[in-house]
């Protein structure tokens, strides 16, 4: 098999004496939907954060083609749940200014802009301010952000959270044209019927570990059971942990995912919908 894209080794991080994550082992290929499955404070958006390189991990080495993750993030496109848009800004003011920053010429981040937007069904609307935006048009604005310089690998956190059900229905199916072009996504998500629905490999997260990673038919014969949330609740026994990692650090959390879209943050105070 071909070297992994993504490759964790031993993986840990800690929030002072929480541990948000304990040794996580696992390898990235080209060409996969990732579901990483898990309830609230399970770890699932530590572990997006590692492997963004926004987070340094307390333990272990991230690396992106043999190279360190934070020197790969052009090769990276990320969907945060919380949007970072600045809504002072055009929807295409926003994409525009996230695909200058990665050097990515006007004319060719608006074709592939226009592509996505007629696919999402939100073309008309990137001449529009930000700030009137429903959660579900700013959760498309930050994946079309997301996908305009050509990423490798795609990170979505909640994708389609806010989302209707006919736009959720097209954020998946855009997911899978993406990994059907040799794309891959690793693709966040506390429901398991969607992960079911759009993932070839399914990663479950509990209380900071690993319990299990594989295909649907996998984790249903590694378990013996007849379905997945079967299979989901086997593996989750033990009580679920408090969110406290996420509820301590939400803030700082927060402008950690606005530098890696933006690269820095403006001195002036910018309104961000959020």
């Known amino acids: 098999m071909a070297s992994p894209m993504l490759n964790l080794v031993g993986v840990a991080k800690h929030f002072g004496e929480i ?6 082992d696992l390898q990235i290929h080209s060409g996969q939907i990732i579901g990483l499955v898990g309830g609230n404070g399970a770890g699932k958006t530590t572990l997006l954060r590692l492997m963004a390189g926004v987070m340094e991990p307390t333990k272990g080495t991230i690396t992106f083609e043999n190279k360190p993750v934070s020197q790969m993030r052009k090769r990276l496109g990320v969907v945060p749940e919380s949007t970072g848009l600045y809504s002072r800004l055009t929807a295409w003011e926003n994409i525009r200014y996230h695909s200058r920053m990665y050097g990515v010429d006007d004319n060719d981040s608006w074709n592939r802009v226009s592509h996505f937007a007629k696919r999402l069904d939100i073309l008309d609307a990137l001449p529009r ?17 997301a996908l305009a310089h050509g990423p490798d690998i795609l990170l979505l956190d909640e994708p389609t959270a806010g989302l209707d059900v006919t736009s959720a229905r097209t ?9 059907d072009e040799g794309g891959t996504v690793i ?20 209380n900071g570990t690993i319990r299990a990673d594989g295909s649907p038919n996998e984790l249903l014969e590694l378990t013996d059971c007849e379905s997945l949330e079967e299979a989901y609740v086997s ?19 927060s402008r950690w995912w606005r530098y890696f879209l933006t690269g820095s943050t403006p001195k002036s105070e910018v309104v961000e919908d959020e």
Request: proline share 0%.
């Open 19 to 24: 541990e948000a994550l304990s040794l996580v």
């Open 129 to 145: 301010h930000t700030k009137g935006f429903s959660r579900g048009m700013r959760q498309k604005t930050a994946l079309i952000r």
């Open 171 to 179: 954020v998946r199916s855009l997911v899978q044209q993406l990994r």
């Open 187 to 206: 693709y966040s998500t506390h429901h398991l019927a969607e992960a079911h629905q759009v993932c070839d490999r399914i990663i479950i997260v509990h």
């Open 235 to 253: 593996l989750t026994a033990d009580k679920a942990r408090a969110r406290a990692e996420d509820d301590a650090k939400e803030g700082k959390l």
